[in-house]
């Protein structure tokens, strides 16, 4: 399949960028990978008469440190996620989570930032960000603006960012040393998108949990935080009982699909086997 017409633009900075996407509103799309926008364009489910190449710009991709929070660049690939130290030792979801979006081809190309602001319910990242408490940078014709990730989804591809923002960067709160994180993803092959999916992030505090947080995947038209599935964990030592209540809670909020990943009743099924599985392993490797 072939896309429609467009005519491409290579800005040099950010703010050329946004003018860019000023200028062409509705008709104007930013690239990253492109390995979600493409495959939109070749269906034809995507038709910008521009798009906006974010690969000319500077300081869009990396990784940093700062203030008790990990920085990354909304150009940070993939790829490059799972090969950093720095996340391996701070926030191991990430690799964890970015090990099982589709294979390695695309995991080369495909950017965080991509992954993230394009609204896909199927998507891995957000429900995890939202797990972890992270906001999104974005940058727009009057400067930049935090949104957390939490407040940013809104429907199946439509989103917080307005139509002439773009993401610049993701800040995570690093996890307290001793938390446990784990991402449970049911899928039908290597390389299919979640029939379900669990991000949990928890911390144990003597023995008790202290803090929980556990967001869904592909089960609803947004990623979901399943607040009160959490808060089940909290001030117990998560034990079956716990456990059973916030799967219970968890499942009650999903509302997927009947589609080629099963019907809806399958889906929230496995739904509530990701949350058990994705608690149970976060448990094993928090400290305390
Ligand atoms: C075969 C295949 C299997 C896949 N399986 C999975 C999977 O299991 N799990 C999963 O999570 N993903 C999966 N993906 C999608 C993949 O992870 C994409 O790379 C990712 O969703 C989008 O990142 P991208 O950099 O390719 O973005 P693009 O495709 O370039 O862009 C996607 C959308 O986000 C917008 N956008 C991109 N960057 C920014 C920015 N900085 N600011 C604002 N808007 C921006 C674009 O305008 C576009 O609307 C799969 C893709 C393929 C081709």
Redo the contacts with the bound molecule.
Sequence with gaps: MIPGAFDYHRPKSLDEAVALLSQHGDEG????????????MKLRL?N?SHL?D?HGIAG?AGLEEEEGAIRIG??T??AEIIASELLAAKVPILRETAL????PQ??Y???????V????P????PAVMMALGAAFL?QGPSGERTIAARDYYRGA?TTA?ADN????AIRIPVPPAGHGAAYA?M?RKV????TAAAAVVLVMDGGSCRDARIAL?NLADVPLLAEAAGQALVGTTIDVAALDKAVQAAVAITDPASDLRGPADFRKHVAGVMVRRAVRRARERAGG
Excluded: C
Excluded at 122 to 125: I, L, Q, S, T
């Design positions: 799309r930013l690239l990253a990978g492109g390995h979600s926008l493409i495959p939109m995507a910008p906006i974010l869009l909304a150009m690939t993939q099982q979006i589709a294979d695309v995991r190309r495909g950017t965080i930032g991509g992954n602001a394009n609204g896909d199927g998507n891995d990242m974005v591809f960012l923002e773009v993401l610049r993803k899928k390389g299919d998108y979640a995947t």
